[in-house]
T-cell receptor
Framework: NAGVTQTPKFQVLKTGQSMTLQCAQDMNHEYMSWYRQDPGMGLRLIHYSVGAGITDQGEVPNGYNVSRSTTEDFPLRLLSAAPSQTSVYFC??????????FGPGTRLLVL | SQELEQSPQSLIVQEGKNLTINCTSSKTLYGLYWYKQKYGEGLIFLMMLQKGGEEKSHEKITAKLDEKKQQSSLHITASQPSHAGIYLCGADLATSGSRLTFGEGTQLTVNP
């Protein structure tokens, strides 16, 4: 199993540009989540999903959209990037209410 | 997160020394997860604790969850340079369903 994969590993955007961060898992996990990690702030939950077709907001959802059309994929969309969205983004998945397994992360720089 | 406090924020120890990292919650912990992160990489799962008083060990790392299920400690015995990294505790709080709330992390440096 590849586990949780994320693409791209690194991305530079200009303010106002849009992009999609990809996340996929091959463990048939129901739950998937997106976090951002910032210095001094720890990991903060952006959006999460408890199954295909079901998503909900986390702690810092503004500026991000998600959808879950399949069990395997959970993309995160930035519609109009802002410098405040410069961060490291992690995707995680778990089977029900259990241990979350994390992807390697995407480093995003918004100029 | 104010719901989960980790201490210390950073720790520098000499190789071979023991150390402890603490994680304290303002709410009852449904589950407590310890992760390790090397700079620029993802989070590696270490251990999960669910029951009050539970203790788990893996190699030289031991984690405990206190009886009241509001505090956990991670103890490393005879630290090695390979233990260096950021240690994060993640809590499954009773009110938050499947989401994890994370502490800010502890940056551990082990000097040879």
């Amino acid at each position: 199993n590849a586990g949780v994969t994320q693409t791209p590993k690194f991305q530079v955007l200009k303010t106002g540009q849009s992009m999609t961060l990809q996340c996929a898992q091959d463990m048939n996990h129901e739950y998937m989540s997106w976090y951002r990690q910032d210095p001094g702030m720890g990991l903060r939950l952006i959006h999460y999903s408890v199954g295909a077709g079901i998503t909900d907001q986390g702690e810092v959802p503004n500026g991000y959209n998600v959808s879950r059309s399949t069990t395997e994929d959970f993309p995160l969309r930035l519609l109009s990037a802002a410098p405040s969205q410069t961060s490291v983004y992690f995707c995680a998945s778990s089977y029900s209410r259990g241990t979350q397994y994390f992807g390697p992360g995407t480093r995003l720089l918004v100029l | 997160s104010q719901e989960l406090e980790q201490s210390p924020q950073s720790l520098i120890v000499q190789e071979g020394k023991n150390l402890t990292i603490n994680c304290t919650s303002s709410k009852t912990l449904y589950g407590l997860y310890w992760y390790k992160q090397k700079y620029g990489e993802g989070l590696i799962f270490l251990m999960m604790l669910q029951k009050g008083g539970e203790e788990k060990s893996h190699e030289k790392i031991t984690a405990k969850l206190d009886e009241k299920k509001q505090q956990s400690s991670l103890h490393i015995t005879a630290s090695q340079p390979s233990h260096a990294g950021i240690y994060l505790c993640g809590a499954d709080l009773a009110t938050s369903g499947s989401r994890l709330t994370f502490g800010e992390g502890t940056q551990l440096t082990v000097n040879p």
